[in-house]
């Protein structure tokens, strides 16, 4: 794990920068495989399609960032404040998030398979075609969030507050925890559940056949 100091990352930032403006023609991709960039301040800026796997993010502020396209497969996000980020697209695969702050943030497209988003805040955010299957969802908040097709299907649910939430999500199965363990529930029971932490808006519906 290396730590990259703020006026190393402003070098990197503007080389990626021109890269992205000439479509790799001028500059450099910024490829930071397991940076560390804990606790850092990144407010606003723009990562789109950076390589960043594995990289420590935790406790950092990346309020308002640009990270669409972006690879983060692995990357530890824990604690960290990505309200109103930009993740369309983005590679989030088995990120740990717990207690990370995505409020207003854009999902589109992203892919977060068998991330652990325990506790996280998705407060008003947008999740169109976003894969969450086999994510760990307990006790996230998902207040007035916006689904479109979000895909969830084995992922795990838990004590939560969907009030507001509106969409619709897909799943073959997902799971339950409570205080008697773990159920797996078919769309309708996982409908119903939902509706009953306040998501009244939200459908669930399998995935079409093959």
Do not use: Y
């Not at 406790?59 to 404040?81: H, K, P």
């Amino acid at each position: 794990m290396t730590r990259i100091a703020q006026g190393r990352l402003d070098e990197l930032l503007e080389a990626h920068a021109l890269w992205l403006a000439t479509v790799g023609s001028q500059g450099a991709r910024l490829v930071a495989p397991d940076a560390d960039l804990s606790a850092a301040d990144l407010r606003g800026l723009t990562f789109a399609e950076a390589m960043l796997p594995g990289a420590v993010l935790a406790g950092a502020d990346l309020t308002g960032a640009d990270f669409r396209g972006a690879i983060l497969v692995g990357a530890d996000l824990t604690s960290a404040n990505l309200t109103r980020v930009q993740l369309a697209k983005a590679d989030l695969d088995r990120i740990v998030a717990v207690g990370a702050s995505l409020k207003e943030a854009e999902l589109s497209r992203c892919s977060l398979l068998g991330a652990d988003l325990r506790q996280a805040l998705f407060d008003g955010a947008v999740l169109v075609r976003t894969l969450l299957a086999g994510a760990d969802l307990r006790s996230c908040a998902f207040r007035d969030c916006h689904f479109d097709r979000a895909v969830v299907s084995q992922a795990v649910f838990g004590p939560a507050d969907a009030t507001g939430a509106t969409g619709m999500l897909v799943a073959t199965t997902a799971l339950v925890e409570d205080a008697s363990g773990r159920h797996e529930l078919d769309p309708q029971a996982l409908q119903a559940w939902l509706h009953s932490v306040g998501a009244t808006g939200i459908t669930v519906t399998a995935p079409p056949p093959i």
